[in-house]
Structures are given as C-alpha cells and as structure tokens.
C-alpha cells in the first residue's frame, strides 16, 4: 500500500503566484519526519524542507512552508512567490523506523511544477 | 565536502547480465539507500542496510540484491537483468538515528537493459 501520496501528477503556476503541492502519509510511527525534495531536470535531490512529527509549530524556510497537519496525516508544501526556477520534480518523503534496524526513508509518486512566466 | 558517489553514470547492459551497481559515501554513515526512479512512480526503495553486513528489504527487492562488507560501500546486484529492470538508480545515505536534513543523495546511475 502506498505510504505517501501525492495526488497531483503536474501543477501549473503563474510566475509570482503561491502554489501549493498536497502530500498525505500514512504511519504507525509516534515519531517520524517529513520532507520535501526539488529534482531540477539535472536529476539532483535537492532538499528543501523538514517538518519532525513532534515539531508544533509548522517549518518554514525562505520561500517554502510546510503546512502540517498531524490528525489528517497532512504535510502540504507551499511556494510562495513562484519564480521560473522552480519548474521540477517535487518529492515528498516521509522518515520512519528513526534509530531502529527500520530507519528508513520513502517517497511519493512526485508532483511536476511548471512556472508559466 | 560530503559525498555519496555512484561508480557508473550510465550503463548499457544486455538481459542477462550481472550487473553491480556500486555506492561509496565518506561520511561514516550507517544508513545506507539503494532506489529506482521510474516516471509515476517516484522513487521506489529497493535495499536500505544500518551496518556492515546488515540488509533490510524495501518496498521492490524482488530481482535485485545487495551486498554492504564495509560501512562506506553498499552494492546493488542484478542478479540476471532484465528489461524492466531498466530505470534510474539513486543511493543514499544518513546518520542513523538523527533527524532532520541529514540525508545524502548520490548523481544516480542510469541502467538501460537492452
């Protein structure tokens, strides 16, 4: 069964306009962390934004925020002031088993951003 | 600088082929990562290990295997490739027990079975 979703195959976004891509998991986990990933054409995994589950207040960094929401088992990137440079792939990921033989890290499908200028 | 390296970028085997597919990272980590990358689907977690000698099965391990002799080395082997075994292959590695951005990704190895 597919422990992270991303129901959105491709988005598109006017330049300068926020955008937000969805992602729900699904865990057993009292604690676990959250993760967003940007893969440019190039194909590097660049990391943008880490929500941990005990974490009460939502992460934020720059541009990006992550709006997590614990009892939905949501964890929705928003890009404000979309910019060209933010056409890619966008992962999120999901951090489990932390310290155990199951450390271990999954992903979703990915959801494709295009930034229409 | 940290570095998770892959040893081979692109790779053209034929179906039936034994096919190693090599990670080296240097940051001491315990955890380390093997994926594919196909369209649709994401990145799919294929072997992961937190020790020398140590393997775990991910989501997909069905065709593949792994091998870790020493902490900084973790090996993916196809055992008799196949077509559908063509795809993208990305290794990681991270300190075991430490949340937060602490996950490192190799360039990936791009495996086309012919």
């Known amino acids: 069964a597919q422990k992270i979703t991303q129901t959105q195959p491709g988005m598109f976004v006017q330049e300068k306009e926020a955008v937000t891509l969805d992602c729900t998991y699904d865990t057993s986990d009292q604690s676990y962390g959250l993760f967003w990933y940007k893969q440019p054409s190039s194909g590097e995994m660049i990391f943008l934004i880490y929500?941990?589950?005990?974490?009460?207040q939502n992460a934020t960094e720059g541009r990006y925020s992550l709006n997590f929401q614990k009892a939905r088992k949501s964890a929705n990137l928003v890009i404000s002031a979309s910019q060209l440079g933010d056409s890619a792939m966008y992962f999120c990921a999901m951090r489990e088993g932390l310290g155990t033989s199951y450390d271990k890290v999954i992903f979703g499908p990915g959801t494709s951003l295009s930034v229409i200028p | 600088d940290v570095k998770v390296t892959q040893s081979s970028r692109y790779l053209v085997k034929r179906t039936g082929e034994k096919v190693f597919l090599e990670c080296v990272q240097d940051m001491d980590h315990e955890n380390m990562f093997w994926y594919r990358q196909d369209p649709g689907l994401g990145l799919r977690l294929i072997y992961f290990?937190?020790?020398?000698?140590?393997?775990e099965k991910g989501d997909i391990p069905e065709g593949y295997s792994v091998s870790r002799e020493k902490k900084e080395r973790f090996s993916l082997i196809l055992e008799s490739a196949s077509t559908n075994q063509t795809s993208m292959y990305l290794c990681?590695?991270?300190?075991?027990?430490?949340?937060?951005?602490?996950?490192?990704f190799g360039e990936g190895s791009w495996l086309t079975v012919v």
């Open positions: 290990s937190y020790d020398v000698k140590m393997k």
């Open positions: 929500q941990g589950s005990y974490d009460e």
């Open positions: 990681a590695s991270s300190l075991l027990g430490v949340s937060g951005n602490t996950i490192y």
